[in-house]
């Protein structure tokens, strides 16, 4: 079942610009991830952010966690051509298997 | 991180035939899943591949569509049984360590059913 739910589910900016995400869940989890998919293939795994953390960062990538609210954030900077896919959420489930979001899909145009 | 493979990467397939998809991942890793993901959709959880023992299947999935295997710690077969043109997906199997969260995925198999 799906827990987290992206917003918004879809966004357009210029090369250059800073794009936002934002991802909502219900109940309390362990750990939140972020993925991206290009295009119909598989999914490249870019950030794990836990309970604990509320930010980390890698490269152009910056994810924020609240768990008061439930909710997690996304932000790409400087964003390329190349950042256009579709950006996934997904919480932990039972089992160690993943519940994902729907997705915002992000289109950078030059 | 681990490296997962996939074969076959596409296929056509025609009603009522059935496709075994197969999944390799460059190291033992302790958890594998698979997830299917309808056109335009998000991922939806198939089942877990248990290593030597039957694959633990989500609601709405049952073993007689979605046979899996699982004879090792580093490869999974699952196969789509029986398939109908509400089957075409891409299956994506996934792979989880013990001593890291991160979840790594396969490239996809997209399967188109006519």
């Known amino acids: 079942s799906q827990q987290g739910e992206e917003d918004p589910q879809a966004l357009s900016i210029q090369e250059g610009e800073n794009a936002t995400m934002n991802c909502s869940y219900k109940?309390?989890?362990?750990?939140l991830q972020w993925y991206r998919q290009n295009s119909g293939r598989g999914l490249v795994h870019l950030i794990l952010?836990?309970?604990?953390?509320r930010e980390k960062h890698s490269g152009r990538l910056r994810v924020t966690l609240d768990t008061s609210k439930k909710s997690s954030s996304l932000l790409i900077t400087a964003s390329r051509a190349a950042d256009t896919a579709s950006y996934f959420c997904?919480?932990?489930?039972?089992?160690?298997?993943?519940?994902f979001g729907k997705g915002t899909s992000l289109l950078v145009t030059p | 991180s681990a490296v997962i493979s996939q074969k076959p990467s596409r296929d056509i397939c025609q009603r009522g035939t059935s496709l075994t998809i197969q999944c390799q991942v460059d190291?033992?890793?302790?958890?594998m899943f698979w997830y299917r993901q309808q056109p335009g959709q998000s991922l939806t959880l198939i089942a877990t591949?248990?290593?030597?023992?039957?694959?633990?299947?989500e609601s709405g999935f049952v073993i007689d569509k979605f046979p899996i295997s699982r004879p090792n710690l580093t490869f999974s077969t699952l196969t789509v049984s029986n398939m109908s043109p509400e089957d075409s997906s891409i299956y994506l199997c996934s792979a989880q360590s013990s001593s890291a969260y991160e979840q790594y995925f396969g490239p996809g198999t997209r399967l188109t059913v006519t």
């Open positions: 190291s033992q890793v302790t958890m």
């Open positions: 591949a248990n290593q030597g023992s039957e694959a633990t299947y």
């Open positions: 997904a919480t932990d489930a039972p089992g160690y298997a993943l519940n």
């Open positions: 952010i836990r309970s604990n953390e």
């Open positions: 109940t309390s989890i362990n750990n």
